[in-house]
Every structure is written in structure tokens, then in C-alpha cells.
């Protein structure tokens, strides 16, 4: 089982960004999503597809459709610059991740 | 405060072995899944290793027979016995905590990682 991820999604300050992940019947699943800063250990920001952690802010929320989970993160900072990934479970390949997203806030 | 500080990386030589420990402070590691995740050098995330909260064990296929997660009670503390190490098992080990698959199997708190340099 694979999840594919764009290496890269680019938005301006302030603007909407969308961090797709797609598998088969990925909609299907429970998908989340953690997000890694330089030299940081990856954190949780959503998990059971829609459900964000305590103290992951508002402005991160996640969605899915039939093959495809998306992150949205939105009135996004500066900050928010970092590596993103999906993650969902399926017996045959338990415990898989996406390749990962580079988020660019410029 | 709830962690897990990993311990045990190093620089090893291909064909060498090497043991990994993971102890957590304020929640205790048998009744969870704990795993093992590692990052080779810019490149993304990879589940190697999980015990379960019923003791079985799952390995990702590259290294199954030659890695082995345990843990020990007594300690808090959770293993993963490396041997026969390549140089693509060079990496970045982190100690997760996670959760059964039936909830998505997501992987709630993470260590801050110990680094494994196989040196051919």
C-alpha cells in the first residue's frame, strides 16, 4: 500500500494552503498527519482523518473523499514552513507513510 | 511531562550490531504500542518496528530477521536490537508511542530521535 504526496506546495502568507495524500480508497481509512521542522522530531496535527490534537491550532484541519486525504491549513505563517506527512494503516503494509510535502511560505 | 528519550545510536561498522533503548517518564510502556520510526539521512519517514499492547511484534520486511523490538517493565524502556547493519540502515531512530490500528494506528508522541551511522 503506498501514499503519495507532492514533494512540494508553495503559498503566500496569510493564504489557504492544501497538502494532499492519495492511496487506494484512502477515504476509506483513518488517515493523519504530522508536520516536522528542521532538525525537529515529527509532531501530530491530525489524526482519525478529521481530529486535531489539544493545542494544534484551529487554522490546521484535515478532510478526505474516496482516494485522497487532505491537510488544510489555513491564514497560513511563516512558521508553518516545514515537511508534512501523511500516515494510515493497512494490513498489508501496516504503519505506512507518505513520501512527505515540503510546505514553502513565501 | 510525558516523554520518551531514546539512547544506544552511535557509529557502527557494516556487519556490526547495535542496541537501541527508548525509557519514557510520566506513562508506562506495556498495555501501548510503542514503535520505532527512522529517517535516513533528507529523506522521509519509515515505520521499522512496533510492539503491540499484547506483546506481538511487527517489522518492516528490510529488516525483519535482523532487528528485534522488546521492552522490559522494570526499566520503562523499550528495545530494538539491531544486527547485521548495512549502511541503508543508516538513519535517524525515533521511539513513538502509538495507537491500534482500528484507530488509525497514528503515532501520538514522539522522542527526539538517536542517530545510527553504518559505516561501510
Known amino acids: 500500500y503506498e501514499l503519495t504526496q507532492p514533494p512540494s506546495v508553495s503559498v503566500s502568507p496569510g493564504q489557504t494552503a492544501n497538502i494532499t495524500c492519495s492511496g487506494d480508497?484512502?477515504?476509506?481509512?483513518?488517515a493523519c498527519w504530522y508536520h516536522q521542522k528542521p532538525g525537529q522530531s515529527p509532531e501530530l496535527l491530525i489524526f482519525?482523518?478529521?481530529k486535531r490534537p489539544s493545542g494544534v491550532p484551529e487554522r490546521f484541519s484535515g478532510s478526505s473523499s474516496a482516494h485522497t486525504a487532505t491537510l488544510t491549513i489555513t491564514e497560513t505563517q511563516p512558521s508553518d514552513e516545514a515537511d508534512y506527512y501523511c500516515?494510515?494503516?493497512?494490513?498489508?503494509?501496516?504503519?505506512?507513510f507518505g513520501g512527505g510535502t515540503r510546505l514553502t511560505v513565501l | 511531562e510525558v516523554q520518551l528519550v531514546e539512547s544506544g545510536g552511535g557509529v557502527v561498522q557494516a556487519g556490526g550490531s547495535l542496541r537501541l533503548a527508548c525509557t519514557a517518564s510520566?506513562?508506562?510502556?506495556?498495555?501501548?504500542?510503542m514503535s520505532w520510526v527512522r529517517q535516513a539521512p533528507g529523506k522521509g519517514l519509515e515505520c521499522v518496528s512496533v510492539?503491540?499492547?499484547?506483546?506481538?511484534?511487527h517489522y518492516k520486511v528490510s529488516v525483519r530477521g535482523r532487528f528485534t523490538i522488546s521492552r522490559d517493565s522494570s526499566k520503562n524502556t523499550v528495545f530494538l536490537e539491531m544486527s547485521s547493519l548495512t549502511t541503508d540502515d543508516t538513519a535517524v531512530y525515533y521511539c513513538?508511542?502509538?495507537?491500534?490500528?482500528?484507530?488509525?494506528?497514528?503515532?501520538?508522541?514522539w522522542g527526539r530521535g538517536t542517530l545510527v551511522i553504518v559505516s561501510s
Open positions: 513513538a508511542r502509538n495507537h491500534e490500528p482500528a484507530a488509525g494506528g497514528y503515532f501520538d508522541l
Open positions: 480508497k484512502l477515504g476509506g481509512r483513518f
Open positions: 500516515q494510515a494503516w493497512d494490513v498489508l503494509t501496516p504503519w505506512v
Open positions: 510492539i503491540y499492547n499484547n506483546d506481538y511484534t
Open positions: 510520566a506513562m508506562s510502556v506495556t498495555g501501548t504500542y
Open positions: 482519525q482523518t478529521t
